[in-house]
């Protein structure tokens, strides 16, 4: 569960790269810093502090939960927005983290295209927004070990050892208890467990996917046009302001495609988005 | 099995009423049909307007029902799209204009609207129709035009025509040209169905529907018409020259029955064949000239009306420090007021802003279209003391005038009381659109350092080693479906279990054999090598050891090709072994080991070569 995901690794080698002097001082101490500038409402002061931190390679949702606090005083919602959503992906079940996100979006210029969900789909979709990346990858492997296994006991299903076995153990099996023999109990439960896998796979995948592609990004720039094509010739389409959530779909040199609720799509200036 | 069979049947029951019915509480279409006046006189007009709104993207017309006893005419469409929480909203207004031809009280049945696969209704609308005048007028009504301008000129000839009109052709962008479409007929010929009508195309404009439409007589070349006119308001976007395109009226004529009375004009859902004609109207062309560059007062916009007025109002004008204001900022006039930028209430440090919301009304009166925009902001005090909200300025343009003026609303006198030392650092935020509530409430505070500040790594599951290890499950089930089919084989196929336990069978005697050779007991152990070798071949011919004789074992090691050499060994050992069995003195333990150890070594050799 320590691993973290790819990333941040790159987000990091990039941050490293770029400020490779400012390495002097401990991570520990340079947080511990920004959180007394931070404290004494020097914001501008406390951003530059944690970027120094995340810069070393910290990888760590209390950075990023801590980073999008500053922004948040010193104005700067996009920004704000995009180190929450950062923070969530390492801490998705963190109740401050999303807080702190619901109320930035709350303020955004874009409201309209904040997707509120209805909340029963967010009910039932909890399991896959809850978890980290690591954890739906082990949740899906651990699950996928338990298919085969179960597949090893329905191939020796007529064993003697096995119906020992199955005896003992399939005491509070609902399938048994509904009346279901061995086979069938186990067929029944391998089939469950394969539509399990079949979905912990689905959200595991898309979310190394994500990381890798680095297919969500958000607006930090004020305002920005969203053209037609790639081009500054172009029709500008409509416009998004800071701190919008956009789907990436596409690249070109200086252009990225976006994707936002309600089939929208366009180019944007590239350096107008910033990838989660 | 009976049991799970019920339970799992009401399950899946279960499942698809619920999934079912997601759709249909998706769709959420609503279907409101109205009718204005709902008094009229014979030969008079009432509209009748159907408004579809929910969450659809495409859908056609309403299905009216029929309409005896009144002529109908379709007199335009507006739409709206917006989007709510990220879902598209759309709300579609159909308007038609009635015009009864006799007297009474009706009931217009339910609409009907298909969505999908989906059908709704409406609500049923009644109308009472009195006896009175004709309800025409004798002349133009308002706004109405001369057809001739920009219009087709009449033939004598001609019973039945239409043309288009322009109220102006030269305007500022985004000042209103009203355009008409006038629809004349001298009563000399008669419809099987109402006029379709398919408005014009106009790029460039912003459209605007202006119903009702009007009825009056008209006398051309003579001839005395009568006109139904519809009208349409034109907002150009761009300076240019744009054209206002054809308009389209698809009629059917009833050229066996001519009876020759304007009422039956709309007469609707008769049948018949008929002679289907299109009527249509010349494009309009319309200059629009650019706003002037000279005079253009700071912070234009591009707002262009008439008659603008700006009023503010704030809900409270004594508060505490940090306590929200809601200020509403409310600009009417003539003209397309989405045009109108929201304004900018003064950035002031004593003050922060937020904006909350805005809302839109138009109205049509008089086929002008004017409207009202209302700006909604929250205003948080920051310090104590007296203060004056500046006046909220909105420059625009207007097109009558042809000069740009600046409407301005009254100053806010606020007076701010100290509160507590939190509400100065409070965050106060605005929820979205109409359901604007303000929560004082603040983002929560920051983490403290956590013990272990982790650097950024390669994640386990992007190593090959993990990779290879999901690999391992998979090869567990393969091997033990392996292992489960010889399992079973084994206990099904007798032949399959003696051939494959023979070689361990044969090694087991060898064994004993070797241990009677080392106690001496020479016979013995040729007794066990014999045993050994034809119990070896008995099993993998599957046979019985009794009858098995050495012709069938050389024609079994024929069959299975082997080797001359592995033969021959094996030969020389059943006759050692007959030899020790039969001849006295030829038990001799030495050769009976090596008779062992040389029977080892074909049967080893034969299973190599029967791989």
Request: with cysteine; glycine share 8%.
């Amino acid at each position: 569960m320590n691993a973290v995901p790819a990333w941040t690794l790159a987000l990091a080698m990039v941050l490293t790269a770029s400020r490779a002097g400012a390495q002097d001082e401990a991570p520990a101490d340079q947080f511990a810093r920004a959180n007394a500038a931070y404290e004494a409402g020097d914001y501008a002061a406390a951003i530059d502090d944690y970027t120094r931190v995340a810069e070393a390679g910290v990888v760590s949702s209390d950075l990023y939960y801590n980073l999008g606090n500053a922004y948040f005083k010193d104005g700067g919602l996009g920004r704000a927005v995009l180190w929450y959503e950062r923070a969530r992906r390492l801490a998705p079940r963190d109740p401050d983290v999303r807080d702190n996100l619901d109320l930035t979006r709350s303020l955004l210029r874009d409201k309209q295209l904040v997707t509120a969900e209805p909340r029963w789909r967010r009910a039932l979709l909890a399991w896959h927004r809850d978890t980290t990346t690591a954890e739906s990858v082990v949740a899906a492997s651990a699950l996928y070990a338990l298919l085969c296994l179960l597949g090893v006991l329905f191939v020796f299903r007529q064993s003697e050892w096995f119906s020992r076995l199955y005896a003992r153990l399939s005491i509070l099996s609902p399938g048994r208890l509904l009346g279901l023999d061995k086979a069938q109990d186990l067929g029944v439960a391998m089939a469950i467990v394969f539509l399990v896998v079949g979905a912990l796979t689905t959200s595991a995948v898309s979310k190394v996917r994500a990381e890798g592609a680095r297919a969500q990004g958000v607006v930090v720039a004020q305002e920005v046009s969203v053209f037609s094509g790639p081009s500054r010739d172009a029709s500008v389409q409509f416009k998004v302001h800071e701190g919008t959530l956009v789907s990436v779909r596409d690249a070109r040199p200086g252009w990225v495609r976006v994707d936002l609720p309600g089939d929208l799509s366009g180019w944007v200036d590239e350096t107008t988005l910033d990838p989660i | 099995m009976g049991l799970v069979r019920r339970f799992l049947g009401r399950a899946l029951t279960a499942g698809i009423i619920v999934v079912a019915s997601l759709p249909a509480r998706a769709d959420d279409v609503a279907v409101k049909a109205s009718v204005e006046p709902t008094v009229v006189e014979v030969g008079g007009q009432a509209v009748l307007t159907v408004i579809v709104e929910g969450k659809f993207r495409r859908a056609g017309a309403p299905e009216l029902p029929p309409l005896d006893g009144f002529d109908v005419f379709e007199s335009g469409t507006s739409q709206n799209f917006s989007f709510v929480n990220g879902q598209v909203q759309s709300s579609l207004t159909f308007h038609y204009v009635l015009s009864p031809r006799k007297e009474g009280a009706f009931r217009i049945e339910p609409i009907r609207y298909t969505v999908g696969d989906k059908v709704y209704t409406a609500n049923p609308v009644t109308l009472d129709v009195v006896a009175g005048g004709a309800g025409i007028a004798p002349g133009p009504g308002p706004g109405a035009q001369d057809p001739g301008q920009g219009g087709i000129a009449p033939s004598s000839e001609e019973s039945i025509f239409v043309a288009a009109s322009v109220d102006r052709d030269t305007v500022f962008v985004n000042q209103q040209v009203t355009w008409s479409l006038g629809y004349y007929t001298d009563g000399r010929v008669e419809l099987l169905r109402s006029p379709n009508y398919s408005p014009p195309e106009a790029e460039g404009f912003w459209v605007e529907d202006l119903p009702p439409q009007s009825k009056y007589y008209r006398t051309l070349h003579g001839r005395q018409y009568l006109v139904s006119e519809i009208k349409r308001g034109y907002f150009p976007t761009a300076p240019g020259t744009y054209k206002v395109g054809e308009a389209r009226v698809d009629i059917v004529l009833d050229n066996v029955n001519r009876r020759g009375v304007f009422d039956d004009f709309f007469s609707r859902g008769r049948g018949g064949f008929g002679e289907p004609r299109t009527l249509r109207t010349d494009p309009v062309e319309v200059v629009v000239l650019p706003l002037p560059s000279a005079g253009k007062p700071t912070g234009f916009s591009g707002a262009v009306a008439s008659d603008l007025v700006v009023s503010i109002v704030a809900d409270k004008q004594v508060v505490q420090v940090g306590e929200p204001i809601n200020v509403s900022v409310e600009v009417s006039g003539v003209g397309n007021m989405r045009t109108i930028a929201p304004p900018k209430l003064a950035d002031l440090a004593q003050f922060k802003t937020y904006e909350s919301g805005s809302s839109n009304d138009s109205f049509k009166k008089d086929y002008v279209v004017s409207g009202r925009r209302k700006f909604d902001f929250v205003v948080v005090p920051q310090v104590e003391g007296s203060f004056k909200m500046p006046a909220v300025r909105v420059p625009y343009f207007d097109p009558e005038l042809k000069l740009y003026q600046v409407a301005q609303s009254a100053e806010i006198p606020v007076d701010v009381q100290p509160g507590t030392p939190e509400d100065g650092r409070k965050v106060i935020y605005a929820g979205g659109g109409d359901d604007f509530e303000v929560i004082n409430r603040d983002i929560r505070f920051i983490h403290a350092v956590p013990a272990s500040l982790p650097v950024a790594s390669r994640p386990f599951y992007a190593h090959p080693v993990f990779f290879a290890l999901q690999a391992l499950p998979m090869l567990l089930l393969g091997a033990s479906v392996v292992v489960e089919r010889r399992r079973r084989r084994l206990r099904s196929d007798v032949g399959f279990a003696r051939a494959s336990r023979a070689r361990r069978e044969a090694e087991r005697k060898l064994a004993e054999a070797e241990r009677a050779f080392r106690d001496g007991n020479a016979s013995d152990g040729f007794g066990r090598v014999h045993a050994a070798v034809f119990g070896y071949f008995a099993d993998k011919m599957n046979a019985p050891v009794a009858g098995l004789t050495t012709d069938a074992v050389e024609a079994h090691l024929r069959e299975t090709h082997a080797s001359e050499e592995v033969t021959a060994s094996l030969k020389a050992v059943i006759d050692a072994c007959d030899a020790a069995r039969y001849a006295a003195g030829a038990a001799d333990v030495e050769r009976g080991r090596e008779g062992a150890a040389r029977a080892r070594e074909a049967l080893i050799a034969l299973e190599r070569g029967s791989r």
